[in-house]
């Protein structure tokens, strides 16, 4: 395969140049469809990334399917190709853009980091939720061993908690 404003085909090919893939991504790439999928949550393969294999619905039109008034496009009477055609028709069509396609991605992408975070943050306030009834049920048994009044109340805050059980911590009797 070569590719180039001007070609100069060898008189004779000794060896090869490129592999079925690069050969389908040159197709892909001058047929502009984009390498990403139509809907990054699905996992159908209808919704997957198109390719110029794809297109050949459009471009080849025999007698039975034209003459057929139950089948607009080549192959579109079996489900596999019809779901393909509903998928990329829109892009075809110019009514969704590459740049459409990068976006869509961008926010799964972000919704997926969103989802890890919150996950992540609702661990950090479940082991402070076990960090503040551990220091509470300290101070309970501070109490219990005359080092703090048994009036004293409970702090409101985390830090004058943590401050109090330091104080009976380094011997400071509070009674």
């Not at 509470?136 to 048994?150: F, I, M, N």
């Amino acid at each position: 395969m070569m590719e180039a404003k001007e070609v100069v085909p060898p008189r004779q090919i000794t060896k090869h140049t490129t592999n079925v893939d690069e050969v389908k991504g040159m197709l892909n790439r001058l047929a502009g469809i984009p390498n990403l999928g139509f809907d990054p949550q699905s996992t159908s393969g209808f919704k997957a990334r198109a390719s110029f294999r794809d297109l050949m619905a459009f471009l080849f039109q025999p007698q039975n399917v034209v003459a057929n008034p139950d089948v607009f496009f080549f192959k579109a009477d079996t489900d596999e190709h019809r779901e393909k055609l509903k998928t990329i028709f829109a892009y075809l069509l110019g009514a969704v853009t590459p740049e459409i396609l990068v976006v869509r991605w961008e926010i799964d992408t972000l919704n997926r980091t969103l989802r890890r975070k919150e996950r992540e943050l609702q661990a950090v306030r479940q082991v402070a939720q076990q960090w503040q009834t551990e220091a509470q049920s300290w101070l309970d048994r501070a109490r219990e061993y005359g080092l703090v009044p048994s009036d004293q109340p409970v702090p409101a805050s985390w830090q004058t908690l943590v401050d109090l059980l330091r104080q009976v911590g380094h011997g400071d009797k509070l009674v």
